[in-house]
């Protein structure tokens, strides 16, 4: 079964808007919560993450909020801007723990993300 | 990434023929992963290996086949090629994971992906 849940599939929002992915998950050993990006042609590249100690995790126009007790996580994208069109993964992992699961990413499907100009 | 290279970039094959597909990296990670990519299903994970003498299946590795030559270089093979095995593929490396966000170790790396198509 999938590990980690994302929606939508895919957004559509105007230049200067607010973009907003969800994603959840069940297994509560997961302590590390990536989000990946990735433009057409190219592989999936890190953009921001964040482990279950803090709330929130900003960089510049993107942000994580993280719910430890819905086990819910979601990135915003503050002013979306056109070169912000991209296909969005979320993903989870264990970075504590012995095994052959240690640090392997579990991604969710993907939300592909259009700004209109 | 420059750092993570995959050939072909694009292969056109046939039922029933072998094929292999290659992944490099200079990057001097342990870890190295091969995924693949289907519109709407998102990463799915088909092999990783942690080192050389370490292969782990991940979630679809019915019909295919991994080899860990050296440290840098992990090959996917498919045996008899079908078509629903047409997807873009995507070798990724990682060093061990630590405590750690943006930029720790752990972090997956991504090649520029192989678009293959059987026909």
């Known amino acids: 079964q999938q590990q980690v849940k994302q929606s939508p599939q895919s957004l559509i929002v105007q230049k200067g808007g607010i973009s907003i992915i969800n994603c959840a998950y069940e297994?509560?050993?997961?302590?590390?919560f990536p989000w990946y990006q990735q433009f057409p042609g190219k592989g999936p590249a890190l953009l921001i993450a964040?482990?279950?100690?803090?709330s929130e995790k900003k960089e510049g126009r993107f942000t994580i909020s993280f719910n430890k007790s819905a086990k819910q996580f979601s990135l915003h994208i503050m002013d979306s801007q056109p070169g912000d069109s991209a296909t969005y993964f979320c993903?989870?992992?264990?970075?504590?723990?012995?095994?052959?699961?240690?640090?392997?990413?579990?991604f969710g499907r993907g939300t592909q993300l259009t700004v209109w100009p | 990434d420059a750092d993570v290279t995959q050939t072909p970039r694009n292969r056109i094959t046939k039922t029933g023929k072998r094929i292999m597909l290659e992944c490099s990296q200079t990057k001097g990670h342990d870890r190295m992963y091969w995924y693949r990519q289907d519109p709407g299903l998102g990463l799915r994970l088909i092999y990783y290996?942690?080192?050389?003498?370490?292969?782990n299946k991940g979630e679809i590795s019915d019909g295919y086949s991994v080899s860990r030559q050296a440290q840098a270089k992990f090959s996917l093979s498919l045996e008899s090629a079908i078509p629903n095995q047409t997807a873009l593929y995507f070798c990724?490396?990682?060093?061990?994971?630590?405590?750690?966000?943006?930029?720790?170790?752990?972090?997956?790396?991504f090649g520029p992906g192989t678009r293959l198509t059987v026909l």
């Open positions: 297994n509560t050993a997961f302590d590390y």
């Open positions: 993903a989870a992992s264990m970075r504590s723990g012995r095994g052959s699961t240690l640090g392997r990413l579990y």
């Open positions: 290996s942690f080192d050389v003498k370490d292969i």
């Open positions: 990724a490396t990682s060093d061990s994971p630590r405590r750690g966000v943006r930029g720790g170790r752990g972090t997956q790396y």
């Open positions: 964040i482990r279950p100690d803090v």
